[in-house]
């Protein structure tokens, strides 16, 4: 009985917390991950790209919300998605029409690109901040469990409870479902077969007759429709804030990186790597090391490795590993 | 000639200041000023000078203003009883984890190298843990209200300027260490990551230096504007120049502070300006314009590199400490990436990345913009919302969003100027 309470907890306090933060850190390390392999630099203006398509998406929410639009046991906010991609697209693509193509046409050096998306993020954060403002919002109704802890404990007679709430499920199915498509679109439609062309080599694929700006084009709508995704579930399963958004930029680059920038594959396995360091070195495992080794052996501590204010040190971390030993990541980046 | 001018140019901005606002608010800004161009010397001379994209100048920053708390304040004795030793020794143990774990990895080989090693890091971590803890909390329990740290050197404050060049530049070394050789976008997010890191130690150590519940009343190494002015002397001076005792007392202060700044920031330049010109200097810009040729000639690009981004940030660290000397207190809670990382950044490219002057034109002249920016703002959301009723939701919003335009323009600053005038105001030669 103690090991199955055992294995309750951990699935409670770190598998499924770890499972979801790691779809939402996935889908945006994907994002990083295209425009790394087409454009060819970092954008750092991903985060905040997140948190504008989630801001259109929460306004959009609450405008609903007042109409009394709702889906029931579902966040209404799965209904806003479509307007923040189409926020998120809009002004990415301003953003590219009047900025970034400028650089592309002088052939500048990447690390002028980075200046530039800087630049950018500047200015989405302003435009965050001034729009929707600086505080914490919450946008998530509906059901807020699927199975409350409560309920877990009466139907199998467990001490521990195991909680699953709505958003960690439509995470993960949003999040399948989402790299599915994405997965199908790059290996199986002509468009996407030229993207994946234009990143392995671009003079090549200019030579077979690929228009580039429709290539950059088209990235451009499928980075704006993941930050948007990834921004709506995260903000649904904590809460909307821009300044958490900017931060989420060093966990999201971690993932990327983990996995090779520019490899799609690697920045899903990234994300999971990532997101499950985090949560295990943040975790107090007392509760869970008490119920799998026998009383003598019971830890007196919290035996929690480092406190969740560091949690952005473990990814740190983590990328200073990958940086000194596999600098090209797990999953050998660079090409798409 | 261009240089002369637009440094006029700024000196009016500030002398505008001084006689539209108040010689307190210019002499700010001056202070301020001087502190922004010192770190824009730090930024310019590893972008400028050797192409390296820092995103981590907070960090530095931030350990310089520790060092200042780590210097001159009094130690607490009580505290160092109650756990002093055991902190110390725990730091120690810690890093000879580390240092025992590069060991093993480096003299073993095949399947016991990565076991041994993870088994040394993990003992390691465990006795580290068991030592420090205690300790830990013996110090934070500690008068908490005013003191729950173990306090400083009580060494003079000025000490602390060198000593935060110092941290900085280990911090630096640590992270140039991994991060160079790599691709250039690598050293980007990792000193991001190590930024965020080092903020999130300061607030978070209470031991260290009180966290969020700040250091307050660090030493300074001017008089206070309280002895000024119970001084006769000083009063009757001051009347002399037909001044109340308490302006007089407050514009001698930030004064003489920006007469240390100043003599800091000349001495800084003038070094920049000998290296700029010296044959290392020359090699830097071949190895920035050119890397490969560079590494054909024989050069050691990442260990100069390594050198030229220790130094830079040295320079951001000094300037740290001589921010926190000012401020006559640490805030970790007020370190922003906006303000003290991008800001800097904005400084030096509207500057003139390459050109030390221009970096030092473009801190001031920033900064002078940062400060004024908020009052313009307000003044044209007020224009824009006259037409509006009273209390309506919009106004209020619109009025509420003023302190956010900073970001959108710093942002459309930075934007206009790498686009319109890549080089800066002031080009490099």
Partial sequence: MDFLNGIVALANFVLIPAIAYGSQLALGALGVTLIYGILRFSNFAHGDTMAVGTMVAVLTTWGLQGMGVSLGPLPTALLAIPVGILGATALVLLTDKYVYKFYRAQKAKPVILVIVSMGVMFIYNGLTRIIIGPDDYRFADGERFVISARTFRDMTGLEEGLALRTTQVITVITAIAVVAALFWFLNKTRTGKSMRAFSDNEDLALLSGINPERVVLVTWLIVASLATVAGVLYGLDKSFKAFTYFQLLLPIFAAAIVGGLGNPLGAIAGGFVIAFSEVGITYAWKKVLGYSLPASLEPEGLVQILSTEYKFAVSFVILVIVLLFRPTGLFRGKSL | ?429
């Fill in chain 2, 1 to 429: 000639m261009r240089t002369v001018l637009l440094f006029a140019a700024v000196a009016c901005l500030i002398l505008g200041t001084g006689f539209l606002q108040s010689w307190n608010s210019a002499l700010l800004i001056l202070n301020m000023g001087l502190i922004s161009a010192v770190m824009a010397l730090g930024v310019n001379l590893q972008w400028g000078l050797a192409g390296l994209f820092n995103v981590g100048v907070m960090g530095f920053v931030a350990l310089g203003g520790l060092a200042v708390v780590l210097v001159s304040m009094p130690p607490v004795g009580a505290a160092w009883q109650a756990g002093g030793g055991g902190i110390i020794l725990g730091l120690v143990l810690g890093a000879a984890t580390i240092v025992a774990a590069v060991l093993v990895w480096s003299r073993t080989s095949g399947k016991l190298r990565g076991w041994g090693t993870a088994t040394v890091l993990l003992v390691g971590m465990v006795i580290y843990r068991m030592v420090l803890d205690p300790s830990v909390e013996a110090v934070e329990a500690v008068d908490p209200a005013l003191a729950g740290y173990l306090g400083g050197l009580g060494l003079p404050v000025l000490l602390a300027w060198p000593v935060g060049g110092l941290l900085a530049a280990g911090a630096a070394y640590v992270i140039g260490k991994t991060a160079l050789g790599l691709r250039s976008d690598y050293l980007a997010i990792a000193t991001l990551g190590i930024a965020e890191i080092i903020i999130a130690i300061l607030k978070n150590e209470d031991w260290l230096a009180r966290g969020v519940k700040n250091v307050i009343g660090l030493p300074r190494p001017v008089p206070y504007e309280v002895d000024l002015q119970n001084d006769p002397a000083f009063v009757e001076r001051a009347a002399g120049f037909g001044m109340d005792a308490t302006t007089a007392s407050t514009v001698y202060v930030k004064l003489e502070y920006g007469f240390l700044f100043a003599i800091v920031l000349v001495i800084l330049l003038v070094l920049a300006q000998l290296a700029l010109n010296s044959p290392w200097g020359r090699m830097m810009r071949a190895i920035r314009d050119n890397e490969t040729a560079a590494r054909a000639m024989g050069k050691d690009v990442t260990a100069r590199h390594l050198q030229v981004f220790i130094l830079g940030s040295a320079i951001c660290g000094i300037a740290g400490a001589m921010m926190t000397t000012l401020d006559g207190q640490l805030t970790p809670g007020s370190y922003q990436p906006l303000r003290y990382t991008f800001l800097i950044w904005v400084m030096v490219i509207v500057g003139g990345s390459g050109n030390n002057l221009g970096a030092v034109l473009g801190g001031f002249l920033i900064w002078f913009l940062w400060v004024q920016v908020e009052p313009i703002g307000h003044l044209l959301m007020s224009l824009i919302t006259a037409g509006m009723a009273d209390g309506t939701w919009l106004k209020s919003h619109l009025l509420d969003s003023v302190q956010h335009m900073r970001l959108l323009t710093m942002g459309l600053i930075l934007l206009l100027v790498l686009r319109l005038n890549p080089r800066g105001l002031l080009p490099e030669r």
